[in-house]
């Protein structure tokens, strides 16, 4: 259900919820994803890359979770059925666009 909420949730480090359904405005330039993802995601890559903290992102479209650390996606948690959540490693996503020499 979190998913079709818009707009992000800021929780400090003490794990209190301090903002919900906020924009995050933070520059896309120095951030690659592969090609698919959407803005949530894009938004999450980028706060991760200016500042030290975590970006927890949960897709819309099917509910797996990614975390985004330093502009990179480091976890995926996928949904097979409602039953069985599957978590694996995650190898760093080579993005097939890199747009940080713009």
Request: with cysteine; net charge neutral; charged share 20%.
């Amino acid at each position: 259900e979190i998913a079709q909420l818009d707009g992000a949730f800021v929780i400090s480090r003490d794990g209190v919820v301090r903002a919900a359904c906020r924009m995050i405005d933070a520059p896309t330039a120095k951030v690659a994803l592969s090609k698919g993802f959407g803005t949530r995601h894009w938004a999450g890559a980028a706060i991760s890359k200016i500042t030290d903290a975590l970006a927890v992102v949960v897709s819309q479209t099917n509910g797996s979770v990614r975390i985004f650390q330093k502009g990179i996606s480091v976890l995926l948690i996928e949904t097979q059925s409602s039953n069985l959540t599957i978590w694996r490693e995650h190898e760093k996503e080579e993005p097939m666009f890199d747009y940080s020499s713009n």
